[in-house]
């Protein structure tokens, strides 16, 4: 289910952090303080009017954080919501008409933090996941650049180069040197996506590990290794541009 760009702008505002992380394909984490409010995403993707339709909240597969069928949920005197959550998860009727299913927790508790999924039954959209993680101090369950933390074996800022290119393709290299843990490094596209890349060429030495990891692209973009250490929420990143077939390009236009 993707997420409303005004949605996503105002979850930034109310519940504190929020942002994609290494827990699982389409996985959105969000970080709050406890006792302060929670917004947990959810959309439909054709972000059709869901006023007459159902939409369901779980937390931890099995309770029953928020139902909604056609105008009735729980704070209208529906049965079967867990009693942790009871008087505390709201949604937004006024956004209803917009495909937005997300709801928000309100005074939120340590108790909170757990894995929820939002579906809408009977329908072929697929299940939107939402990790929430409650605590005094959210930011240390960020996923960002802690460099400056003077955190042992952070990973540096990654080494990108085009080791090779023709006018079909480019072979990229990106080098990660002295991280502990072992970080995870990827590449990525201009949109974010995960590409196939080659077995990385891992060394260790005293507990450092050195990355290589290569990727062969075939088009024009900006490429992004990400080295990401969840053990200690510290990821960093290096992009490279790469234009690809304008050596064709010019003969095209030489031609006409």
């Not at 006024?94 to 009977?122: Q, W």
């Amino acid at each position: 289910m993707e997420l409303l760009p005004l949605v996503c702008l105002c979850l930034l505002t109310w519940s504190g952090t929020t942002f994609a992380d290494g827990n699982g394909p389409g996985v959105v984490t969000v970080a709050v303080a406890e006792g302060s409010e929670a917004v947990l995403p959810c959309s439909l993707s054709t972000r059709q009017n869901i006023e007459q339709k159902v939409f369901d909240w779980k937390k931890d597969v099995k309770k029953e954080v928020f139902l909604y069928a056609a105008g009735q949920h729980y704070n209208k005197g529906r049965t079967g919501q867990d009693e942790q959550f009871k008087g505390r998860v709201f949604h937004f009727e006024d956004e209803l008409k917009n495909g937005n299913a997300s709801i928000k927790i309100h005074n939120t508790k340590m108790a909170d933090s757990g894995s929820y999924t939002c579906t809408f039954p009977n329908t072929a959209e697929p299940e939107s996941h939402v990790k929430l993680v409650v605590d005094p101090d959210p930011e240390r369950f960020i996923l960002k650049d802690r460099r400056g933390e003077n955190i042992p074996g952070a990973a540096p800022e990654p080494s990108v180069a085009t080791l090779n290119q023709t006018i079909d393709w480019a072979l990229l290299q990106c080098v990660v040197r002295g991280a502990s843990p072992k970080p995870k490094v990827e590449w990525q596209d201009g949109s974010g996506n995960i590409l196939p890349a080659e077995e990385p060429q891992v060394s260790e030495r005293g507990g450092r590990y050195d990355i290589i990891l290569q990727t062969t692209v075939t088009k024009t973009d900006r490429y992004r290794c990400v080295a990401t250490q969840e053990e200690i929420n510290h990821q960093v990143h290096s992009d490279t541009y790469v234009l690809m077939n304008d050596r064709r390009e010019e003969n095209n236009s030489g031609e006409s």
